[in-house]
């Protein structure tokens, strides 16, 4: 999807105002990113314990806006602009899916990405999960059946 698509896309449909909210709230501080991307720096809750994660078009991050902007998280910031792209798409709705699909994976494994959809579309490496978690064993032995 294109930057400038996306951007309006996220805008219109709220989930970008709905990510600067968050930003507020939390004593975030918005920076303007690439490509219609906002980086709302200096997230101070522990919860969730990813470094950074996107609400709309805006990445919100524990760090600085410069430490997701390095060159060496250039995967990072493409995996969570990736995300944006999902927001786009499905709205105030990517969140119920994105549970749904986080409640699939952890079922299956023991990890909410490995087989989460919206994670395996924004790459698991890029957003540094692991790539493979071992299925439950339930889960085995009913595929032996």
Not at 15 to 39: E, F, N, Q, S
Not at 47 to 63: D, E, H, L, M
Request: with cysteine.
């Amino acid at each position: 999807m294109r930057p400038r698509t996306r951007t309006v896309l996220t805008a219109v449909n709220g989930t970008t105002a709905a990510g600067m909210l968050v930003a507020k709230l939390t004593g975030a501080r918005l920076v303007k990113g690439p490509d219609g991307i906002y980086i709302a720096e200096g997230y101070r809750f522990s919860k969730p314990p990813a470094s950074c994660f996107t609400v709309g078009s805006v990445i919100i991050t524990k760090r600085t806006a410069e430490w997701l902007l390095d060159e060496r998280r250039a995967r990072l910031l493409k995996h969570e602009s990736h995300h944006a792209g999902q927001y786009a798409v499905l709205g105030p709705f990517f969140w119920p899916a994105y549970w749904v699909a986080c409640g699939w994976s952890i079922c299956l494994t023991r990890s909410f990405g490995v087989r989460n959809f919206f994670e395996k579309r924004a790459g698991l490496a890029d957003g540094n999960y692991p790539e493979f978690e071992p299925l439950r064993p339930w889960v085995r032995r009913l595929l032996r059946r």
